[in-house]
T-cell receptor, first 111, second 116 residues
């Protein structure tokens, strides 16, 4: 059983399109992180969200933490081939002090 | 790079043989972690360390042991490798533990292990 469900698991779109990746759980998180991983490398942190309803922007990437702190989304505007990679969400379970990862979303942006 | 090195980067071994993976950091971070990454499962924690000689189990610790004799080194050992342990193994470090809420991980480049 996956504590953090990411969807979709695979996404292939054309350059210039918009997309949203979701990270959902029935657990409440103290914080939630998003990482991006490229082939042959380890994940690299993109952002951490802490407050329910929080929105953070990183250039064309917008991250949102749900009001109840059980879910998060990553929205990419005008996707570029350089956005291609595996996106992972990771949540710090409130009370359990345990960091759990979603299965990942493999994103391919076609030129 | 954040100063975290994994070795070997690739290894092919046979069932039943012992394997040790090494993680070396130059950041002097207190916390070190070993994860495995498999398709459809994301990253799963094997073991972690919160100081020299202080280690604890993660969610998939069966068949694995760890040791940390120095701040900079964290070793993962498979005493008798099985095909189910074929995976990509990632070491990670963090300055703070999960209790702080500021637990941000920096990962190594990974070690790909194939057990035949």
């Amino acid at each position: 059983t996956q504590l953090l469900e990411q969807s979709p698991q695979f996404l292939s779109i054309q350059e210039g399109e918009n997309l949203t990746v979701y990270c959902n759980s029935s657990s409440v998180f103290s914080s939630l992180q998003w990482y991006r991983q490229e082939p042959g490398e380890g994940p690299v942190l993109l952002v951490t969200v802490v407050t329910g309803g929080e929105v953070k922007k990183l250039k064309r990437l917008t991250f949102q933490f749900g009001d109840a702190r059980k879910d998060s989304s990553l929205h990419i505007t005008a996707a570029q081939p350089g956005d291609t990679g595996l996106y992972l969400c990771a949540g710090l379970i409130q009370g359990a002090q345990k960091l759990v990862f979603g299965q990942g979303t493999r994103l391919t942006i076609n030129p | 790079d954040a100063g975290i090195t994994q070795s070997p980067r690739h290894k092919v071994t046979e069932t039943g043989t012992p394997v040790t993976l090494r993680c070396h950091q130059t950041e002097n971070h207190r916390y070190m972690y070993w994860y495995r990454q498999d398709p459809g499962h994301g990253l799963r924690l094997i073991h972690y360390s919160y100081g020299v000689k202080d280690t604890d189990k993660g969610e998939v610790s069966d068949g694995y042991s760890v040791s940390r004799s120095k701040t900079e080194d964290f070793l993962l050992t498979l005493e008798s490798a099985t095909s189910s342990q074929t995976s990509v193994y990632f070491c990670a470090i963090s300055e703070y533990g999960t209790a702080s809420g500021a637990n941000v991980l920096t990962f190594g480049a990974g070690s790909r292990l194939t057990v035949l």
